[in-house]
């Protein structure tokens, strides 16, 4: 079955640093991966969609990265803030869209 | 615009007590979902309507979950009855057009939080 995989442990940076998330795919090999956030009580909202042919994209302070043979996209906040805290998923679809658990950040000011 | 409107926010009832979740989606958007999410998961698909029609309900627990989405437009998810491990988010997604639509980016709902007693 196909299977995402983000770190379970939370991530804690200072303020002003760059986050790098880590997003791992086996058993598959996605068209797109998307990037999404999660504030707590509230639903996942998008933030940036990456296609197999892309090795990169980039909006605003965001950075995103597709490596089809580490089967891994990596998410980077740079000059991270403490309103970046939140807990960000990543997803792949298959014949569906699959979601990872999620890793939470947090920025400490 | 409005959003994907989802209620009740939270719900709380004992088990085999049934319970039903209501979702509006985006105007114009064809495409509706209803995910679960437990706590520190991520957002587990239970069923995709393509208008009023289920195009996929793989994970829908058949016995006791149950939805529809009548005109196509708004959709209803149910539980009955109700069990202790149902407690959990449900989320209502849709998506439509625009430019990232053949990718089937989803706007999601706030989310009705379930918990069972």
């Known amino acids: 079955s196909q299977k995402i995989e983000q770190n379970s442990e939370a991530l804690n940076i200072q303020e002003g640093k760059t986050a790098t998330l880590t997003c791992n795919y086996t058993?598959?090999?996605?068209?797109?991966l998307q990037w999404y956030r999660q504030d707590p009580g509230r639903g996942p909202v998008f933030l940036l969609l990456i296609r197999e042919n892309e090795k990169e994209k980039r909006k605003e302070r965001l950075k995103v990265t597709f490596d089809t043979t580490l089967k891994q996209s990596l998410f980077h906040i740079t000059a991270s803030q403490p309103a970046d805290s939140a807990t960000y998923l990543c997803a792949h679809r298959g014949n569906k869209l699959v979601f990872g658990a999620g890793t939470i950040l947090r920025v400490k000011s | 615009e409005a959003g994907v409107v989802q209620s009740p926010r939270y719900k709380i009832i004992e088990k085999k007590q049934p319970v039903a979740f209501w979702c509006n989606p985006i105007s114009g958007h064809n495409t509706l979902y209803w995910y679960r999410q437990n706590l520190g998961q991520g957002p587990e698909l239970l069923i995709r309507?393509?208008?009023?029609?289920?195009?996929?309900d793989s994970q829908l627990p058949k016995d006791r979950f149950s939805a529809e989405r009548l005109k196509g437009v708004d959709s209803t998810l149910k539980i009955q009855p109700a069990e202790l491990g149902d407690s959990a988010v449900y989320l209502c997604?849709?998506?439509?057009?625009?430019?990232?639509?053949?990718?089937?980016?989803?706007?999601f709902g706030a989310g009705s939080r379930l918990t069972v007693l």
């Open positions: 309507y393509e208008n009023e029609e289920a195009v996929d």
């Open positions: 997604a849709s998506t439509g057009g625009g430019t990232n639509s053949g990718a089937n980016v989803l706007t």
């Open positions: 058993n598959y090999s996605p068209a797109y």
